[in-house]
């Protein structure tokens, strides 16, 4: 059984930073692209950044030059350090992965996500 399991999330000032980690474990082979998405009440789910196996890096606009994403791939964990935040930055943050697992072949898989609130 594969799971991906974030934390770091919390509350934060606006301007204020937070680093989120998602770790996979499980009977897993090789992980391809993983990603951060964001829902925030009432808003559909959104893209904020994606990674390949190989380090190449997307961003969504309202993002780009405050956040990055990175990976560990030794220890199959995907990171977003969060800089700059704003209250429209609040949301729930999940991760999610193109994951190869032995006997199960590949899938994707999703966090149960973490709330991050950014307020004064």
């Known amino acids: 059984q594969v799971q991906l399991v974030e934390s770091g999330g919390g509350l934060v000032q606006p301007g204020g930073s937070l680093r989120l980690s998602c770790a996979a474990s499980g009977s897993i082979f090789r992980i391809n692209t993983m990603g951060w998405y964001r829902q925030a009440p009432g808003e559909e789910r959104e893209l904020v950044a994606t990674?390949?196996?190989?380090?190449?890096?997307d961003y969504a606009d309202s993002v780009k030059g405050r956040f990055t994403i990175s990976r560990d791939n030794a220890k199959n964990t995907v990171y977003l350090q969060m800089n700059s935040l704003k209250p429209e930055d609040t949301a729930v943050y999940c991760c999610?992965?193109?994951?190869?697992?032995?006997?199960?072949?590949?899938?994707?898989?999703w966090g149960q996500g973490t709330q991050v609130t950014v307020s004064s």
């Open positions: 990674i390949t196996n190989g380090g190449s890096t």
């Open positions: 999610n992965g193109d994951i190869g697992a032995y006997r199960r072949g590949y899938s994707w898989y």
